[in-house]
């Protein structure tokens, strides 16, 4: 009997009492409260047990006793947030890993998961991974069984003695370390969520032990002020900025143009940096993760650059008049850059301009490289040209975006100043529905405060392509590691961090398959969740790969399944579209202001070629390169 107590993890659990002692799992609570963390999403185990009665006591006001010697000052930094984070139990830990993704993305706060040991840890990988590559600031939380277990072969053991948890985190983390000793949990607490903030961002994991998440503190806790420390650096590099600021006044002094690209790292700088391109009258075109920073009708946007974009786009790249190219916040991926795009892009008219000197490495080429806090940047630009250089000198924020809404060149489908492939199926009435119709049929059908969550597959081409929403900050896409099924748990935890404006999640038949089960955390609470599947029968991006590749088309079919019914099996309202007039026959009020999730699915043609060219083109070299190098 005492070895099962031991493999569940009751054995070195302390004793309940009315008032349980301030445990270092509590001391982790605090910290995340410090900088407003809502949720942890995970899934419990006997090991995390600790943390999830820290969460829970904080939760319902019952907060532990600290030593004789905590300090004034915490128990007034504690009153702020009795409360603290809530619980999220997600379905699977890779779900978890999505949701508290998509909650740092949509609310630029950090994102925290955790897990039990062992198989629990291994399953966030996936998530946690696609985190690191997107740079998105996470807390990953795993525990081990007891320190006196390392080495014994232990019930899901992950320690170094046999699969080393730790190690397998250290290659997709900026910060990976286990807590072997209880002094060290805070400094190493305190080390993880800096590095998870310091720019490159991305997630940070700590793996601790589950007898000394149960320990109590001995002193006084929370020896740091996080939140203080956590800020923004405003630095910029002068010299670098000194030779931008010629080079700009340099080209509008001739007579040359400027192009800007926009990435996915321009956030908190976008404001300043739309500001900028109306004063020195640039085009602007963005990478797919930087369409998220601007309306496709603001007047200067001429379409997404890079994988599912647009030929507009290109050409205000490539025009002959266009001396400087300023790309700001990308990280130069495949699939930012069209497949790393010489003549367009990656040649010595490019002024790379970052917030990390990380990001320097893959444009060597560049002919000036600037770094320094985006915002402070463009802020000193804006001030700093030479009136006499600028289109409205004498213009303010205010003024400039009064003029742009003015001026908007959009029509109800299709913004003027970027050009499509096949804008007549925009209005198709065929069968089975065009997905390029079914992406502006979407924005119209939606609520306007509605937020868009697509999914790895050929839903990333129809939706870069096709989607033109009017509104800034609406378009989420994680394009950098590609982990189907992101987007299914990420509007999940976007529609935690915000439950006001509904979450359209478009997703592809093959995806929902690998984590669809976590709309039942979505009905649980009660998500304005709306999903969306392209159902085509397949896994679409390959069946379309294949083809156009001349491969053999093998594995790239699923069976036809009705969604909607497995939708209406766990409780969430589905609907089943096979043509417009089922489209149209859905209430308004349901995508509009949805109580809770809904989900559509939908049957689109899986004849329709996807907008994927610059990507085919990639992997034909590379097919082309192995053949080769057998000849050789």
């Known amino acids: 009997m005492s070895e099962i107590k031991h493999i569940i993890g009751k054995s070195q659990a302390p004793a309940k009492t009315a008032t349980p002692a301030f445990t270092y799992a509590d001391l982790i609570v605090d910290y995340l409260s410090q900088i407003d963390v809502e949720y942890v999403f995970g899934i419990p185990g006997g090991a995390i047990e600790g943390l999830f009665d820290a969460l829970a006591r904080r939760h319902k006001g019952e907060i532990p006793q600290t030593s004789v010697h905590h300090s004034r000052a915490l128990e007034r930094k504690r009153s702020r947030s009795v409360s603290g984070p809530q619980m999220v139990v997600a379905r699977h830990e890779t779900g ?11 609310t630029g706060k950090l994102g925290v998961c955790c897990s039990t040991t062992g198989p629990g840890a291994t399953n966030l990988l996936t998530g946690v991974a ?23 072969r232990g019930f899901q053991e992950s320690s170094s003695d046999l699969v080393d948890v730790v190690s397998i985190f250290d290659h997709c983390t900026r910060y990976s370390s286990l807590v072997s000793h209880p002094d060290q949990l805070e400094g190493k607490l305190f080390t993880a969520l800096s590095t998870a903030f310091r720019r490159p961002r991305g ?21 740091f002020n996080v939140a203080t420390l956590l800020r923004e650096p405003v630095a910029v590099d002068d010299a670098s900025y000194q030779a931008l600021l010629s080079a700009i006044e340099a080209s509008r002094f001739n007579g040359r143009n400027i192009t800007l690209l926009i990435g996915e ?3 908190d700088a976008a404001d300043q940096i739309l500001h900028f391109a109306d004063l020195v009258e640039a085009n602007i075109v963005s990478s797919p993760a930087g369409k998220r920073w601007l309306g496709a009708g603001h007047p200067r946007y001429c379409g997404v650059f890079g994988f599912g974009g647009h030929e507009s786009a290109r050409r205000a790249l490539v025009d002959d008049s266009v001396d400087l190219v300023l790309a700001v916040g990308t990280s130069f991926n495949e699939l ?14 490019l002024v790379h301009i970052a917030s990390s000197v990380g990001s320097f490495d893959r444009s060597p080429m560049a002919y000036l490289h600037v770094y320094g806090n985006l915002h402070t940047l463009f802020a000193k630009l804006i001030t700093g040209i030479d009136p006499k250089y600028l289109a409205y000198p004498h213009a303010t924020v205010d003024a400039l975006q009064a003029s742009q809404a003015s001026q908007k060149l959009m029509t109800h489908l299709l913004p003027a100043n970027i050009e499509i492939i096949e804008p007549e199926k925009l209005l198709s009435q065929d069968l089975p529905i065009k997905p390029q119709r079914l992406m502006a049929a979407l924005t119209d059908k939606c609520a306007d405060n509605s937020r868009y969550f697509v999914d790895t597959g050929n839903a990333w081409s129809w939706a870069t392509h096709y989607m033109h929403l009017p509104k800034a900050d609406a378009f989420y896409i994680a394009m950098g590691f590609g982990a189907m099924g992101w987007a299914i748990g990420a509007a999940v935890g976007a529609a935690f961090g915000n439950r006001k404006s509904p979450v359209v999640c478009i997703t592809g038949d093959g995806s929902y398959l690998m984590s669809g089960q976590e709309i039942t955390v979505a009905i649980e609470h009660q998500l304005p969740v709306i999903y969306i599947i392209l159902n085509d029968q397949g896994y679409g991006m390959v069946r379309h790969g294949q083809r156009m590749n001349k491969a053999e088309e093998v594995g790239a079919e699923l069976p036809p399944i009705n969604f909607a019914e497995m939708a209406q099996a766990v409780g969430v309202k589905g609907h089943r579209v096979e043509c417009w007039e089922d489209f149209s026959d859905i209430d308004p009020t349901e995508l509009q202001s949805p109580s809770g999730p809904i989900l559509l699915d939908i049957l689109i043609d899986s004849e329709e070629i996807p907008p994927m060219k610059t990507r085919l083109d990639i992997l034909k070299e590379s097919k082309h390169g192995v053949e080769l190098a057998q000849l050789s």
């Open 336 to 349: 930012d850059t069209a497949g790393w795009d010489t003549q367009a892009l990656l040649n010595d008219r």
């Open 130 to 152: 696609n985190a690191y590559v997107d740079r998105v600031p996470m807390l990953v939380i795993t525990p081990q069984t007891a320190l006196p277990s390392f080495g014994q």
């Open 96 to 106: 978890a890993a999505f949701m508290a993704d998509g909650y740092a993305r949509s």
């Open 265 to 267: 790292d321009c956030g």
């Open 203 to 223: 997630p940070v994991h700590l793996s601790i032990p589950a007898d000394i998440l149960s320990m109590p503190v001995p002193n006084a806790a929370a020896s």
